[in-house]
């Protein structure tokens, strides 16, 4: 299946100069400009020294963390010279408080980076058209806009960050969370490094004031994920301590995703199986999810391969699957007596034909994108636990719920919902299967990842009484 997303290719151009995705090794998180509005408008700057214009007229008053400014009509302030952002990777943070609910028929500009003469520009901003807070990325007269419909709240502290990484294509994307959680997300292009910050306004020209308490702006290094977003936002009243708590936390999870990569590589083994109208995964997606493309084995010859020297079977996507009957029962006994297999769609289907999932399985033929919900499991580690998606759909089955502890993502269809994912013991093995296609995704592809390593064993194994191998 082709890579959904335009600059795919750039992805994994990026990953294959650099090593394997999952192996990028980034900088120590660190703020490149912080501005706590603390009585003063004056920044702090990681390296170099940033030109303060504007903000005369600006109010103190009580703010998230110590004081905020009291953006009016009219109030702007003015960073020139800011400190080097790698425009492939950074993360964006402010808390806004509005004075105007979400329903105003202006628009309301908080943060704008551009460069001096226009040229591109990153925009954070209150958009009257979708009632709700916008993150528009223009490079080369052309913008990429992302809207959290709905979801600006007057007089309340609104935590706004905007994300966005051309090294990872787990969080490839140009993001924007609102109060921790992800609100939109869009492919993007590469835009300069801005050198130029403007908050409070648009420009001086036109009337599109912030209208609005606005505190805490802090510019980071590196793209953060979903769930470290999650933690600024639980952190928000500390300040600036808060960057000792997130360097702290992505630090540990850096580790932890090396960790679990190198035991993949170096300690486990796994092997796709082909159908009958199946060539498999191309390699460009086992590049983007870290992975060495595995060996192949045809599915006519399952009963005669050496099953015990992989710790995981791969069944993709396509044509479908029609094993011999010893071929079969090598699989049942394979995973039965602790091998992993992971399946999607047509590998789903395989997996209640061959006993695999006993649970009902309904056609569901549309070709698309379907809504799904995730819940807390190995395989939606990462995500946030109210996280949904969008995922790519293409004739996978519906799925009875069943059991509901063995069902990590439920797709928003039926009544009582169908289980999009299942995730389940089998013997001493384990069984992954999806209906969707999660690997044609930028966005949840990380599933297929999670997938892999819990049925690889990486991930959700005892030892000692500590529930997780780290």
């Known amino acids: 299946m082709k890579l ?18 999952a192996q990028i090794e980034r900088p120590e998180v660190a703020a490149l400009l912080y501005v706590s509005f603390d009585d003063s408008i004056e920044p702090v700057v990681e390296g170099g020294e940033v030109t303060v214009t504007g903000g005369e007229g600006l109010k103190f008053v009580e703010g998230k963390a110590g004081k905020a400014a009291a953006f009016g009509e009219g109030d702007c302030v003015e960073y020139h010279g800011l400190p080097a952002l790698d425009p492939k990777s950074a993360t964006i943070e402010v808390w806004v408080k509005p004075s105007f609910d979400n329903k105003d028929l202006d628009d309301h500009y908080y943060l704008r980076f551009l460069r001096e003469d226009d040229s591109s520009a990153l925009d954070i901003n209150f958009a009257a058209t979708h009632c709700g807070p916008r993150a528009a990325m223009r490079v080369g007269g052309k913008t990429v806009n992302v809207h959290a419909d709905f979801r600006s709240y007057a007089d309340k502290w609104n935590h706004l960050v905007v994300t966005w990484d051309h090294y990872d294509p787990d969080m490839y994307s140009l993001r924007l969370y609102v109060n921790g959680r992800i609100g939109a ?37 590196r793209c953060l994920t979903e769930l470290q977003v999650a933690a600024l936002y639980e952190n928000g009243g500390l300040g600036m301590a808060k960057l000792d708590v997130i360097r702290e936390r992505v630090a540990s999870d850096d580790a932890v995703r090396r960790q679990r990569m190198d035991t993949l590589r170096n300690q486990r083994k796994i092997a796709m199986v082909t159908g009958r109208t199946i060539a498999g995964w191309n390699d460009d997606i086992f590049e983007h999810l870290g992975i060495d493309p595995p060996p192949r084995i045809d599915e006519k010859e399952l ?43 047509a590998g789903c289907y395989a997996a209640g034909k061959y006993g695999l999932i006993e649970r009902e399985y309904y056609p569901f033929r549309e070709r698309g994108r379907v809504e799904v919900s995730l819940r807390e499991h190995p395989v939606t580690e990462g995500f946030h636990p109210s996280r949904k998606l969008d995922l790519p759909h293409a004739n996978g089955p519906l799925i009875e719920a069943g059991d509901v502890s063995e069902v990590p993502v439920m797709y928003n269809v039926g009544k009582p919902p169908f289980a999009c994912v299942v995730a389940r013991q089998f013997g001493e093995g384990r ?12 966005e949840a592809r990380p599933l297929i990842r999670n997938a892999i390593l819990w049925a690889a064993k990486v991930t959700g194994i005892e030892r000692e009484g500590a529930q997780e191998e780290q």
Request: with cysteine.
């Open 4 to 21: 959904l997303g335009v600059s795919s290719s750039l992805a994994l151009t990026l990953c294959a100069a650099l090593g394997v995705c």
């Open 185 to 221: 997300y869009a492919d993007f292009r590469e835009m300069e490094a801005p050198e130029l910050l403007r908050v409070g306004c648009k420009s001086a020209e036109e009337a599109t004031d912030a209208k609005a308490l606005i505190d805490e702006i802090c510019v980071y290094n």
């Open 303 to 345: 009963e005669n391969a050496d099953l015990n020297q992989y710790d995981m079977l791969l069944f993709p996507g396509g044509g479908g699957f029609d094993l011999t009957e010893p071929g079969a029962e090598a699989l049942r006994q394979y995973v039965r007596k602790g091998g992993g297999y992971v399946g999607v769609c």
């Open 431 to 442: 069984v992954v299967v999806f209906s969707a296609h999660p690997e044609g995704d930028n």
